[in-house]
């Protein structure tokens, strides 16, 4: 009933050579009754190297050249359609993203789960992979977002998004992930 569907993006620069850009999305849909298809949900993920991700961490109380490993993935953001939230969609949507990452040889993932005034958080889903919360950003995304439906603002009023974020790590590779094949294997 709904396919995750990914696909990877490798971009070569004029000489063929691999840029340092590894970009994974991937996308949930939903198989109407009519045939139609309809996008209900999404994810992106990205590839970094050791000090590309230093540079990606946010400045907080732990060591970022310690933290970031090898070859590291980030999640970037994964939402599900409001309307269609409870049917496990935002965890095919994290797991297909982690899968993807073991497949390329990422030693860790990182992610900044938001943190909604409403308590609604991605935590249950970073826990169930066992991924560590770093530390909990407050009103992380003040000054990056001026429009925010969790904290009841607009971009024309003058208040900024007051939302937290934690960053979560975890150390690959996932055991239970060996095997699975993943969604994004062809
Ligand atoms: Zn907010």
Redo the contacts with the bound molecule.
Sequence with gaps: MYQVAGWDDKNEDEDGDEEAREVCGVIATHGREDGQTVDVGGGLAELFDHDAMVEQLPDGRFDRDALAGHRNAMLWFGIVDPAWRGHGIGHRLFRARIEWAQAHGADMVFAMGWE??DERTSRPLFERYDFVPVQRFDEH?AGT?DA?P??G?WPDDDRE???AATLWAREMPLDRLAGSGGVLER
């Design positions: 909604r005034p995304y977002r925010c969790d904290c603002i998004c007051s939302c």
